[in-house]
Nanobody
Framework: QVQLVESGGGLVQAGGSLRLSCAAS????????MGWYRQAPGKQREFVAT???????NYAESVKDRFTISRDNGQNTVYLQMNDLKPEDTAVYYC??????????WGQGTQVTVSS
């Protein structure tokens, strides 16, 4: 059974940085795509960033130039370096991994809180 475990969330002041990590276990394959999504209170879950096995990345406009996604294919781990954090970045951040056609997997989420 595939499990994704996030870590690295916490409380930070505006302008600060955090680095999220997501480690996969229980899989014998590498993922076609890994990424991060977030959900703020009262809002729908939204896309943050994804990275393909090839290294191709995509970012939401709201985080472009502030966040950097990277992955270690050998370890099936994905990271999100978040710089210049803003109060509107406050949310639960979820790791996502896709293996076609086997499945679309989600972690439990890690809280990121940015104080003004």
């Amino acid at each position: 059974q595939v499990q994704l475990v996030e870590s690295g969330g916490g409380l930070v002041q505006a302008g600060g940085s955090l680095r999220l990590s997501c480690a996969a276990s229980g899989n014998r394959f590498s993922f076609d795509q890994m990424g991060w999504y977030r959900q703020a209170p009262g809002k729908q879950r939204e896309f943050v960033a994804t990275i393909a096995r090839s290294g191709t990345t995509n970012y939401a406009e709201s985080v472009k130039d502030r966040f950097t996604i990277s992955r270690d294919n050998g370890q099936n781990t994905v990271y999100l370096q978040m710089n210049d954090l803003k109060p509107e970045d406050t949310a639960v951040y979820y790791c996502n991994a896709i293996r076609i056609p086997l499945g679309n997997y989600w972690g439990q989420g890690t809280q990121v809180t940015v104080s003004s």
